[in-house]
């Protein structure tokens, strides 16, 4: 049996109600044709006038201004120029209004250093604070501007009321992009605060971190490796370190230095295990056989520099000060212990790309400090010589 689908489109329905929005419009579509309209304002005769004018006569200048000037001044705030914007504060503070206010904080997270904007807030506090405002946010703006900081006063709510990055964008009204998000970010997840980081999708702290550079992002690095153990990373963020600021493991990997001597040592050590284990998962022995050795050398993993891993080869080499172990996946593989110096001077070269060597150039029984065998009790065996050697 054929069928048919049919939809329908209540045509004169649809165009009722596009009529009565067009007459009866919203708040909202007000609230931005009204924005529109006054961006869109030749300001610059205005502008040419007020920079004529003397400083104390700003007052007096402002009382004969029309409304739509003020408005026009305040949505146009961030692009005047910075010789002018003193003045044009000055205008806005002795013609307050109230729309104004919200206004001057759209305009505060595109622009939150600029001083002239804070300075508007600050002069305008005891007023601000009489106000009865419909949206929380205008209500919290004394305490916000009674800071010395309003971004720290931001964070300290974030904080105490624990609100997720959704929330505190909806509380605070701001697009994700804005320079005040932004700031935020940057200051949030350097406090030693763990939940800022745990209430959050790890995707969503990944996107989050992206934005970010140089030294805010390194301090939220350094935050995030002293808060957690290294047990708790998590692999997208610590990946997204990696890719910012190289590889922590690499000596080349300067950008590391901008970060605590702790927090340096536990990223380290989280991708050498992450090297190891993947090792121990791809050697020629069965699951327990692999788990047995990537425990025991788990252990030393606080005293190992660097932990490299061949994949082609299945060769892995973990370099101590003083020494250098290979272990090889290959069956019926033992253990050997190289001098560093001499492996360096002597073996290191064939550990890089296009120049790999097979096991056997790994395996001299008259150069290495020693080799076991994975008998039965190996660990025995190895732990007394490593550990005579790493002292």
Sequence with gaps: MRKFNFTFTPQKLTESNKEIKRTFPSA??????????????????LLERISKIEEDKVKEFASGLKNRDIYALA????????????KVKEILVCRFKK???????????????????TSFFKEKLGIINRLKFRGSLYNLLVDLFSN????????????SLRLNYEEWLNRFHLKRESKLAQAVISNLFIQPNIDIFKQEDNKLLVKLFSYLNGNSF??????????????EFEEELMDLFKDKMGDPVEEYSVTWQNVSDIAYARAKQWFNNKEMEEFFINIEADDEEGRRRFNYWKKYLDTVEKVKYIREELQL?????????????EINNSIFIYDRNYFENNLIKYTVENNKADNKKFKDTS????WIRHN????IKTDSIIQDLIK
């Design 75 to 86: 949505y146009n705030f961030n692009n005047i120029s910075k010789e002018l914007m003193y």
């Design 317 to 329: 080499f973990l370099i101590f000060k003083d020494i250098v172990v290979i272990e090889f996946g």
């Design 99 to 117: 729309n104004i206010v919200k206004i001057m904080w759209n305009n505060f997270t595109k622009d939150h250093e600029n001083q002239y904007i």
């Design 218 to 231: 390194s301090k939220i690095t350094e935050n995030y490796l002293e808060l957690f153990s290294v047990e």
């Design 148 to 159: 010395d900081s309003p971004v720290k006063g931001i964070v300290d709510q974030i904080i």
């Design 28 to 45: 909202d579509q007000l609230g931005k044709e009204r924005k529109k309209k006054y961006e869109n304002l030749d300001l610059e005769q």
């Design 376 to 379: 039965s009790s190996w660990e």
């Design 367 to 370: 150069k290495c400090i020693d």
